[in-house]
């Protein structure tokens, strides 16, 4: 069950354009991640390789602070906001919330809304 504090300590490293390493650090080896009703991409190399493409694939993504999130036992619910800039200068705001499983200070499961 993470803390409070361990939580804060994710959405940091988020907010602070640190994706791959929140993946290392938060994540375990065996994790999954989902997109909404996607299937969902399994273990961690194949998590950090996927942000490692959606990162080359925008000129600029930033995270807007944090301003709701809810840690239950071992579920935790974050309300994340990014900007996008596109390689052609387009900008998009994404609005969604990641209901996160953690065992232990690390997440297992995680489904985006």
Do not use: C
């Amino acid at each position: 069950m993470p803390s409070r504090t361990r939580v804060e300590q994710l959405i940091a490293l988020v907010e602070n354009g640190k994706y791959v390493e929140a993946l290392q650090e938060f994540y375990a080896a065996d994790a999954t991640m989902q997109e909404n009703d996607q299937l969902p991409r399994r273990g961690l190399e194949l998590l950090v390789k996927h942000e490692q493409g959606v990162m080359a694939a925008f000129k600029e993504i930033s995270t807007l602070p944090v301003q709701s999130f809810l840690v239950d036992g071992d579920h935790v619910v974050i309300n994340w906001v990014f900007e996008f800039v596109g390689k052609d200068g387009r900008k998009f705001r994404m609005d969604e919330l990641a209901h996160q499983v953690w065992r232990g200070d690390r997440t297992i499961r995680e489904r985006f809304y």
